[in-house]
């Protein structure tokens, strides 16, 4: 018997009901931040501590082909780890996800990682108006230069060891963007967690 038209339109809507996850908010496992606990020869495992990088994880397990992690719902979830060349020197360690895509970062979305891709995730920026845009490039331009985020602050001084040359560059970009911006003002504050990922 075939699904009745009401119900079945019912299932269409709510599968883009709700809201697409940002990716800047969701956390995830990075392969090149796990890849000198890689173990070089098969047959070797290795069981890094990651309760403070990954505190949603129960334990993470790394082989030379496979990364293996269990969250704390008891969930496992096995991706395989393949090394392609890229004309550079060293291969690069990149995951493959259940869709056969490969990816560097794997994002958590009700317990189960996946790449952007099957969670539908969007970059913060693609939230945002030309304005919008302007000052979330000019906030994380703030951060490369070592201050705070916010437009308001002053911009941070040259950092020793730092190149004047690269600082100068730098600085005039934030001021041209912040120029560009005006003293226009918005409506909602930019949240502090979607700069995470850029603090060293």
């Known amino acids: 018997m075939s699904m009745p038209w009401q119900l079945a339109k019912s299932n269409r809507r709510s599968r883009h009901s709700e809201p697409r996850p940002t990716i800047e908010l969701m956390p995830s496992i990075n392969i090149n931040e796990l890849r000198h606990v890689i173990p070089r020869y098969h047959g070797q495992v290795n069981e890094p501590d990651v309760s403070f990088k990954y505190p949603e994880l129960a334990y ?103 190149h004047r040359r690269a600082y100068q560059r730098l600085r005039g970009q934030v001021q041209a963007l912040e120029t560009a911006i005006g003293s226009k003002r918005f409506r909602k504050p930019l949240d502090m967690r979607i700069f995470a990922y850029c603090v060293r």
């Not at 958590?108 to 302007?134: D, P």
């Not at 916010?150 to 001084?157: G, I, Q, R, T, Y």
Request: hydrophobic share 35%; proline share 1%.
């Open 60 to 162: 993470l397990r790394l082989s030379a082909s496979t990364l293996e992690i269990m969250g704390r719902s008891g969930h496992v979830q096995r991706f395989r780890i393949v090394w392609i060349r890229t004309g550079f020197g060293r291969h690069r360690a990149v995951l493959v996800c259940s869709c056969g895509c490969g990816a560097t970062r794997l994002f958590a979305r009700y317990g189960a990682y996946a790449c952007n891709a099957c969670h539908r995730a969007v970059h913060m920026c693609q939230r945002q108006s030309s304005g919008g845009r302007k000052r979330l490039r000019a906030c994380k331009l703030r951060l490369d230069l070592g201050g705070w985020p916010d437009v308001n602050e002053a911009l941070a001084s040259r950092a020793k060891g730092r």
